[in-house]
């Protein structure tokens, strides 16, 4: 495997209101599609706890108790996808955080409206996706392998 940052990993998770919708494949696919290597995945409802701590920052905003509730409200699809500048490329394939700022071709401008059900998170920064990595996977769980497409992906 080439260095040049190629294993930069991020957390993206399916918030409720994708899973329930049926977003999994169309969300997976455009992480799939630009080239991005999925490394861990699992469905999992690990309570307000986890999810406090997840969202830790912000809760001291008014409307962290609705996103608590909102984020514990189903089941959330968790991964970690891997590759080149993965973090804030992950944040541009997911869009704005108000759907409604989101450019049309993102997730949240294909798929979305509020910003209370914008279907998706994405980790903001390469510490802050090491840290939700820790948070919702067990040591370990993540895999490593070379991706066949690796060569047609990547100039070196
Ligand atoms: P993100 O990193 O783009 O997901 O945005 P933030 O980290 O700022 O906020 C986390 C999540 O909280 C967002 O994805 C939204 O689901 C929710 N959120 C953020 N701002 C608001 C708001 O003003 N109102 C409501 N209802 N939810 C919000
Ligand atoms: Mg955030």
């Given amino acids: ?60 905003k008014a409307f962290f108790a609705g996103l608590i509730e909102y984020m514990n409200s189903g089941p959330i699809c968790a991964m970690v996808w891997e ?30 409206i509020d910003v209370g059900r914008n279907v998706c998170h994405g980790s903001d920064t390469v510490e802050n996706a090491q840290k939700e990595i820790a948070l919702w996977f067990k040591e370990g769980e993540a895999v490593s392998y070379k991706a066949a497409q690796y060569g047609w992906v990547y100039e070196k």
């Fill in 83 to 112: 590759g080149r500048d993965a973090v804030k490329t992950g944040r541009t394939i997911l869009g704005a955080t108000n759907p409604l700022a989101s450019a049309p071709g993102t997730i949240r401008g294909d798929y979305a």
């Fill in 1 to 60: 495997m080439s260095s040049e940052h190629a294993t930069e990993q991020t957390f993206i998770a399916i918030k409720p209101d994708g899973v329930q919708r049926g977003l999994i494949g169309p969300i997976i696919t455009r992480f799939e599609q630009r080239g991005f290597k999925l490394v861990a995945i699992k469905l999992t409802t690990p309570g307000k706890e986890h999810l406090q701590a997840h969202y830790a920052d912000l809760s001291d």
